[in-house]
């Protein structure tokens, strides 16, 4: 199967919608791998005498009372991490990572004080995923197993450099590809993982041109990648080695990976970066090829399984200011002016629930997660109609997947499988002038698409330090003999997930959330149904 196909299954199956309380099929599915009771039973409240639910290839019964052990070692079996050393009968040699050459010694300079000052990670160390225990699954942005919403610890492994290691790093090639759309912090990446390589004493590194397509165009060769060479590509925007959607048949990609004599390959992407990652580290374990496979999540919509935050997203929450501020000012300096903001977000609001939340001059967000109509007493143009018969004007911010139900269809699709949405900006744009006009008063709108200026800038400082620790574990992880994984950030510690766990589906934005409930409280707006 071709990486872009896989592509088209990633998106099919997270077509499902939103729901709220505790049995919300997509996200229990997403998160905790099993389908709760039907949507139906759901709105007849949460408290159900029998509940049965599917964990993985668990068939899961609340009424034993061992669920909850069957639970846990289910979880511990889906997060364990590949490792090389389940093809190959490996022994694993001292790291060469050590920051001892850098460092003053104390004391008399004994073994442990030395090993506490290099800072090696313990292979058994993990970090707790998950840590508000919630009371009721009414509680907000409750997300909970069993209808009682009991608590269960959710473990992963725990990112960082160990001890020992499954690679010469004199005889490693490494290669770093970068993958899909633009994004702030490509460049941040590269760079660590580079120095982080040289660092172990790696020496042959190189950079696959154009994403997934470097591997298999004519003419496109790989570029030699040193210290000197990426010293300060973090200081533009964009990817020094090129992105490009889409990609060749997995065998193909693999093909020349052995060719390469390729034995880390570092892919920086998305979902569907990361599901052709996946392929690719099964088909090196298929042809028993003693390559790590590592992901570095990449999305500007912050829209990856169980991370706390995608680098590139406080950036555009950061650039999204400028173009709000830009409605703001416009809205308010025109008689009965409306400014209207268009995001990123195909199927997650979190970047235009975030910048409204730290804009403070949004009056309506629109998001994916949240349905809404347009006409009608309840609707956006009600509202709007009323915000300037009380303030004078408005501006609102919607997400690009906003309202795409509204919208027809396309079935067309990108390289890389996603489904080219409709324009709801333009739409949205086009609704207020004419509703406006039909009621007979003057409206001066305003619409600003500030797509590519937000993901094509630097890595904000913020972003800049995500990069940097996120690019840095890639090679900890590979070094250590890890493959099929991703470096990622959950509840605020650095952790390796597998990579099928984090690809299930895109996050979404819980309506039932905190953070949705302050957005609102912010702009105010009512529900719109």
Same mark, same amino acid.
């Given at each position: 199967?071709?990486?872009?196909?896989?592509?088209?299954?990633?998106?099919?199956?997270?077509?499902?919608?939103?729901?709220?309380?505790?049995?919300?099929?997509?996200?229990?599915?997403?998160?905790? %791998?099993?389908?709760? =009771? $039907?949507?139906?039973?759901? /709105?007849?409240? #949460?408290?159900?005498?029998?509940? &049965? @639910?599917?964990?993985?290839?668990?068939?899961?019964?609340?009424?034993?009372?061992?669920?909850?052990?069957?639970?846990?070692?289910?979880?511990?079996?889906?997060?364990?991490?590949?490792?090389?050393?389940?093809?190959?009968?490996?022994?694993?040699?001292?790291?060469?990572?050590?920051?001892?050459?850098?460092?003053?010694?104390? %004391?008399?300079?004994? =073994? $442990?004080?030395?090993?506490? /000052?290099?800072? #090696?990670?313990?292979?058994?160390? &993990? @970090?707790?995923?998950?840590?508000?225990?919630?009371?009721?699954?009414?509680?907000?942005?409750?997300?909970?197993?069993?209808?009682?919403?009991?608590?269960?610890?959710?473990?992963?492994?725990?990112?960082?450099?160990?001890?020992?290691?499954?690679?010469?790093?004199?005889?490693?090639?490494?290669?770093?590809?970068?993958?899909? %759309?633009?994004?702030?912090?490509?460049?941040?990446?590269? /760079?660590?993982?580079?120095?982080?390589?040289?660092?172990?004493?790696?020496?042959?590194?190189?950079?696959?041109?154009?994403?997934?397509?470097?591997?298999?165009?004519?003419?496109?060769?790989?570029?030699?990648?040193?210290?000197?060479?990426?010293?300060?590509?973090?200081?533009?925007?964009?990817?020094?080695?090129?992105?490009?959607?889409?990609?060749?048949?997995?065998?193909?990609?693999?093909?020349?990976?052995?060719?390469?004599?390729?034995?880390?390959?570092?892919?920086?992407?998305?979902?569907?970066?990361?599901?052709?990652?996946?392929?690719?580290?099964?088909?090196?374990?298929?042809?028993?090829?003693?390559?790590?496979?590592?992901?570095?999540?990449?999305?500007?919509?912050?829209?990856?399984?169980?991370?706390?935050?995608?680098?590139?997203?406080?950036?555009?929450?950061?650039?999204?200011?400028?173009?709000?501020?830009?409605?703001?000012?416009?809205?308010?300096?025109?008689?009965?002016?409306?400014?209207?903001?268009?995001?990123?977000?195909?199927?997650?609001?979190?970047?235009?629930?975030?910048?409204?939340?730290?804009?403070?001059?949004?009056?309506?967000?629109?998001?994916?997660?949240?349905?809404?109509?347009?006409?009608?007493?309840?609707?956006?143009?009600?509202?709007?109609?009323?915000?300037?018969?009380?303030?004078?004007?408005?501006?609102?911010?919607?997400?690009?997947?906003?309202?795409?139900?509204?919208?027809?269809?396309?079935?067309?699709?990108?390289?890389?499988?996603?489904?080219?949405?409709?324009?709801?900006?333009?739409?949205?744009?086009?609704?207020?002038?004419?509703?406006?006009?039909?009621?007979?008063?003057?409206?001066?709108?305003?619409?600003?698409?500030?797509?590519?200026?937000?993901?094509?800038?630097?890595?904000?400082?913020?972003?800049?330090?995500?990069?940097?620790?996120?690019?840095?574990?890639?090679?900890?992880?590979?070094?250590?003999?890890?493959?099929?994984?991703?470096?990622?950030?959950?509840?605020?510690?650095?952790?390796?997930?597998?990579?099928?766990?984090?690809?299930?589906?895109?996050?979404?934005?819980?309506?039932?959330?905190?953070?949705?409930?302050?957005?609102?409280?912010?702009?105010?707006?009512?529900?719109?149904?």
């Amino acid at each position: 199967m071709s990486l872009s196909g896989m592509a088209v299954m990633l998106k099919a199956s997270t077509s499902s919608a939103v729901q709220q309380q505790w049995c919300h099929r997509t996200r229990d599915q997403c998160q905790y %791998g099993f389908t709760s =009771v $039907s949507e139906r039973k759901c /709105r007849k409240r #949460y408290l159900l005498l029998h509940v &049965r @639910a599917i964990s993985g290839k668990l068939d899961l019964d609340f009424s034993d009372p061992t669920w909850k052990q069957k639970y846990q070692e289910d979880w511990d079996r889906r997060f364990s991490l590949p490792h090389i050393t389940d093809i190959y009968d490996l022994e694993p040699r001292t790291t060469t990572f050590s920051l001892k050459k850098n460092r003053t010694p104390l %004391g008399d300079g004994d =073994v $442990s004080s030395t090993d506490m /000052r290099n800072g #090696y990670v313990n292979k058994d160390d &993990r @970090a707790l995923l998950k840590v508000i225990k919630y009371a009721s699954p009414n509680s907000a942005g409750a997300e909970c197993i069993d209808p009682d919403c009991s608590w269960v610890e959710h473990w992963v492994h725990r990112a960082g450099p160990r001890k020992e290691i499954y690679y010469e790093p004199e005889e490693v090639k490494a290669a770093i590809v970068t993958c899909g %759309g633009l994004c702030p912090g490509l460049n941040d990446v590269i /760079r660590q993982i580079v120095f982080t390589l040289e660092t172990y004493g790696v020496k042959n590194i190189v950079g696959i041109p154009f994403g997934y397509r470097g591997f298999f165009e004519k003419g496109l060769k790989e570029m030699p990648l040193s210290r000197d060479v990426v010293e300060n590509i973090n200081l533009s925007g964009g990817s020094f080695l090129g992105v490009s959607r889409g990609g060749a048949q997995t065998s193909e990609i693999v093909d020349s990976i052995q060719a390469r004599r390729i034995d880390m390959l570092f892919v920086i992407g998305g979902n569907g970066s990361h599901a052709g990652a996946n392929a690719i580290h099964e088909e090196c374990r298929k042809r028993k090829l003693k390559v790590s496979v590592v992901a570095v999540p990449k999305t500007i919509d912050n829209d990856i399984l169980f991370m706390d935050k995608t680098f590139g997203f406080d950036t555009a929450v950061e650039e999204a200011q400028r173009a709000i501020n830009s409605a703001y000012i416009e809205a308010r300096s025109a008689y009965h002016g409306i400014g209207l903001v268009k995001l990123m977000g195909r199927s997650s609001g979190f970047i235009a629930m975030h910048a409204s939340l730290s804009s403070g001059q949004i009056d309506i967000c629109l998001i994916p997660e949240v349905s809404f109509t347009l006409d009608g007493e309840h609707g956006v143009l009600q509202h709007l109609e009323h915000l300037l018969n009380t303030k004078g004007f408005c501006v609102i911010c919607v997400a690009e997947g906003a309202g795409q139900d509204l919208l027809q269809k396309s079935n067309a699709t990108d390289a890389s499988g996603n489904v080219i949405l409709s324009d709801f900006g333009v739409h949205m744009q086009q609704k207020v002038k004419k509703h406006f006009k039909d009621i007979g008063v003057p409206a001066d709108l305003k619409y600003i698409d500030p797509t590519y200026m937000v993901r094509a800038c630097r890595a904000n400082a913020s972003d800049a330090i995500l990069c940097t620790v996120l690019g840095q574990n890639a090679v900890h992880g590979a070094f250590a003999g890890f493959s099929g994984i991703t470096s990622g950030v959950c509840n605020t510690h650095y952790v390796y997930l597998p990579i099928p766990e984090v690809i299930t589906a895109p996050k979404h934005v819980n309506p039932n959330s905190r953070m949705w409930h302050r957005c609102l409280t912010s702009t105010g707006q009512p529900d719109f149904h």
